[in-house]
């Protein structure tokens, strides 16, 4: 079977993929409902433990900073909702495949169609711990300009790198078994290495740190719009460039492996 073949098919995959819509959507709230089976609040448990989170770590970091409280809950509690949906697309990505194994061996799907519940499973999650940032803006209300707009397309093109990045991560964490362990190591280092409950500017003149921390400039994507700025010219270069990339790079595995992921799991 020649190449471009095998990129046609992998293409078809991920266009067959995204047609089943009517699909994905019940994959993601069915999986999000049994992670939660038996428990009250459900879901809601993750937006309490978010909220706890913030709240209790708010004040203390805006003290410690010497921040405006009123600047800095807001700032953090965007940050921090915005780097669970990220963390989360990536640390669910380890085990797309793996986890879904008892229906793509029974019922011939699409193998994106799994990566496409992945995704919409956690903006479900971004939905239910947007509540806390709608909170802490009755307290402290952002400046509403046009910048606004920016913010749905901000969250595609999040949703679209995301997409990638659990097809390729989901090849790769498929044939080899110890790297989710290792990406959980990355990201909880990433963490304190993005401005998350940090700002950008209290690194003075050493801004490499964060033009060069991928992550945060998909923070920015939706943090600066919901701050009343639009995304500076280096955000938007920085994610056009990964975007391209990561889906060059992810059509290429994909294409060459695809076939071999029930092998694998």
């Known amino acids: 079977m020649s190449n471009p073949t095998l990129f046609s098919l992998a293409c078809k995959d991920i266009f067959d993929g995204f047609m089943r819509y009517d699909l994905w959507p019940s994959l993601a709230w069915q999986e999000i409902k049994r992670r939660y089976r038996r428990s009250t609040l459900g879901p809601l448990w993750l937006t309490i433990s978010t909220g706890a989170f913030i709240v209790g770590l708010g004040p203390l970091y805006g003290k410690l900073f010497n921040q405006d409280l009123a600047v800095y809950l807001p700032y953090i ?26 229906i793509f061996k029974q019922i011939k799907l ?89 700002k950008a500017e209290m690194v003075g003149h050493q801004t490499w740190i964060v033009n060069w921390n991928p992550m945060n400039h998909f923070l920015e994507l939706v943090r600066s719009p919901l701050y009343g ?25 994909f294409a060459r492996y695809r076939t071999r992921i029930p092998y694998w799991v």
């Open 77 to 102: 509690a965007i940050s921090f909702v915005l780097w669970a949906l990220m963390s989360g697309m990536i640390t669910d990505a380890c085990t797309v495949f793996v986890a879904e194994e008892s």
């Open 110 to 198: 699409p193998f994106s169609i799994f990566c496409y519940a992945l995704v919409t499973r956690n903006l479900i999650i971004l939905a239910h711990n947007a509540v806390i940032i709608g909170i802490v803006f009755l307290f402290y209300p952002p400046p509403l300009t046009f910048a606004l707009l920016f913010f749905p397309i901000g969250l595609l093109l999040i949703a679209a790198n995301g997409l990638w990045v659990s097809l390729s991560l989901g090849i790769l964490c498929t044939r080899f078994r110890d790297i989710p362990q290792i990406i959980a190591s990355i990201l909880q280092i990433t963490m304190f290495l993005t401005p998350v409950m940090w």
């Open 229 to 253: 700025a639009f995304p500076s010219v280096t955000t938007l270069a920085a994610v056009a460039i990964i975007t391209i990339a990561g889906w060059a790079m992810t059509l290429a595995v």
